[in-house]
């Protein structure tokens, strides 16, 4: 799970995490710092920072959002580590903000996927990128790659990601 530095949303972390764990999957938290701090305070320590995760030791990413989960758009090693998992066939997630990564990076042209829109940016760089804008859904899974809407999704965006990664 990667978390942003600061300003992560909590619940988008602490929910999936706890449907990974209970389904037996090992989770491995990373960072451009070693301690990310959450909207509410939550504090995560971090076991890998950004740079220093290879794709072949896991089976995928979920990009943890809130507004902090920006900090990654120009993060050349997070979208390399995206883009190697992109291509090993491994799936890639992200829910509410962090899906604006996967647009900023294009990864979405072409692809139908969903992000937090309350302010109409997500909408607005689907187009300008050329992705299909369903950001009325919670969820949506276009190949290897689930984007999700908001913490409302955290649950839902959880189990379909446990789905890709069978």
């Known amino acids: 799970m990667l978390l942003a530095s600061e300003n992560f949303r909590d619940i988008e972390y602490i929910a999936p995490r706890a449907f990974f764990e209970k389904a037996g999957?090992?989770?491995?938290t990373a960072s451009s710092t070693k301690?990310?701090?959450?909207?509410?305070?939550?504090?995560v320590q971090n076991d890998w920072?950004?740079?220093?995760?290879?794709?072949?030791?896991?089976d995928g990413i979920y990009l943890v959002g809130g507004g902090g989960s920006m900090e990654y758009m120009d993060n050349e090693f997070a979208k390399k580590l995206c883009t190697s998992f992109l291509k090993s066939n491994k799936p890639?997630?992200?829910?509410?903000?962090?899906?604006?990564n996967f647009l900023h990076w294009d990864f979405l042209k072409g692809k139908k996927a969903t992000g937090w829109n309350?302010?109409?940016?997500?909408?607005k760089m689907a187009n300008e990128?050329?992705?299909?804008?369903h950001s009325e859904k919670p969820v949506v899974?276009?190949?290897?790659?689930l984007?999700?809407?908001?913490?409302?999704?955290?649950?839902?965006?959880?189990?379909?990601?446990?789905?890709?990664?069978?």
């Open 141 to 145: 899974v276009d190949g290897w790659i």
């Open 49 to 58: 920072l950004v740079q220093d995760v290879k794709a072949e030791d896991f």
């Open 92 to 100: 890639i997630g992200a829910i509410c903000m962090a899906p604006r």
């Open 129 to 133: 990128v050329g992705a299909v804008d």
């Open 147 to 166: 984007t999700a809407n908001g913490p409302e999704a955290s649950e839902e965006s959880a189990i379909e990601f446990m789905k890709l990664l069978k």
């Open 25 to 28: 999957i090992e989770i491995k």
């Open 118 to 123: 309350d302010d109409q940016g997500f909408s």
């Open 35 to 43: 301690t990310s701090t959450g909207r509410f305070g939550y504090s």
